[in-house]
């Protein structure tokens, strides 16, 4: 596939504030998944599989410092090299707000005329998944349309308000989206990711900023979707929507699951992520470990059963580690318990400490918090 004929645009602009201050200082691309990936891992992943080398992400300005610290030179996607491009775009919009900025667009529009390509990939962050974009392409190709949307079957309690529920015609194609309704048991969800062809993208775009308040290009895309009537394309693999600490904590909680864990990570398509230069993880001759998996450099002295632990963190002995994330850089102390819970970086936990939530509403313990009293 020729890399100069396709560009990416990564969508990371709104806010989700069911994360319960996961979010607070990064933005949910930049959240850590299974240990050692980070969400924006398999949106970049997907791209470099494709052989797309030009992407551009969207990011609010107050919290992007992670996203510098993990792409870095983006080597391990292939967009280190001479022919490879990616930029960083920052706006002070809220969260909540679906409206662009004066900037906004100014920048999107001289990165799209700057890339000469045909076409252009959007996919947004908070959808987890390992997708075949060249599938996606080739289809999108065949069928001559300016615009193809991906959408992926889910349960009603898989679905947020802030996703969009298609209706699409014997033809493949998007007449439609309405509420979401609890009450239907499998909702076709757009999964945010859209194959457009780029000079109409640019018209459409020109055509928007002409508006009072022109909205950002995630819902400017939902909205042409179904104007254009796009076509869809289902995608049957592991999809997670990303959208709360619950569905978070689900995700992670699936990978734990052979079948869920070979479906994402281990299909035919290859996840990378940065690589880290570390020791492996030490097990004590006292640690007792049950259907956990871990990152690289911890030590483990305590008990750790159904629970995914990042690298350098310190499970002291007697300490027990039940049904929970533990992001890098945790200590915990010993005898210590830690049940139901999502431990954020460089978190200490106190001797003798309990920390209980549930599996319905896991605790959430924010990033370099001391605890020393219990959390039930």
């Not at 809220?94 to 005329?113: F, G, H, M, N, P």
């Not at 179904?226 to 619950?246: P, Q, R, W």
């Not at 936990?349 to 313990?365: C, F, L």
């Amino acid at each position: 596939m020729k890399i100069d004929k396709y560009s990416a645009i990564l969508g990371s602009a709104i806010g989700f504030p069911e994360m319960k201050g996961l979010t607070d200082t990064r933005p949910l691309a930049s959240l850590p998944f299974d240990g050692k990936y980070r969400l924006i891992d398999f949106q970049l992943s997907s791209l470099a599989n494709a052989g797309i080398r030009s992407v551009y992400g969207i990011f609010r300005g107050q919290n992007i410092r992670s996203i510098f610290d993990h792409i870095r030179s983006g080597r391990e996607w292939g967009l280190n090299t001479l022919l490879s491009h990616y930029f960083l775009g920052f706006y002070n919009t809220r969260e909540d707000s679906v409206y662009a900025d004066e900037e906004y667009y100014d920048q999107i529009l001289t990165y799209l005329k700057r890339s000469g390509s045909d076409l252009t990939v959007y996919m947004s962050s908070d959808i987890l998944c390992n997708i075949d974009l060249e599938q996606v392409i080739h289809l999108h190709n065949a069928n001559e349309r300016h615009m193809t949307v991906v959408y992926k079957k889910l349960p009603a309690e898989s679905i947020s308000a802030a996703n969009d529920i298609l209706e699409i015609d014997e033809t493949d194609s998007v007449v439609g989206r309405r509420e979401f309704e609890a009450s239907n048991p499998v909702e076709k969800m757009s999964a945010g990711i859209y194959v457009i062809s780029t000079p109409w993208l640019i018209e459409q775009i020109e055509k928007e900023m002409e508006k009072n308040e022109p909205q950002n290009l995630r819902f400017l895309l939902r909205d042409l979707a179904v104007a254009d009537k796009a076509l869809a394309f289902e995608y049957t693999g592991y999809l997670a929507n990303i959208s709360s600490v619950s569905s978070y904590y689900k995700a992670n909680m699936d990978m734990l699951d052979p079948q869920k864990f070979y479906s994402l990570l281990y299909s035919n398509q290859k996840v990378y992520t940065k690589v880290k230069n570390e020791e492996a993880t030490y097990f004590a001759r006292e640690s007792t470990v049950k259907n956990a998996q871990f990152a690289s450099g911890s030590i483990v002295r305590g008990t750790v059963e159904h629970s995914i632990i990042s690298r350098n963190c310190r499970v002291s002995a007697n300490s027990q580690v039940t049904n929970s994330i533990i992001f890098p850089k945790v200590t915990i102390g010993e005898g210590a318990v830690v049940e139901n819970a999502i431990i954020d970086k460089n978190v200490s936990i106190a001797a003798g400490v309990t920390i209980r939530g549930s599996k319905e509403n896991p605790v959430v313990i924010g990033k370099t918090s001391e605890v020393v009293e219990d959390i039930v």
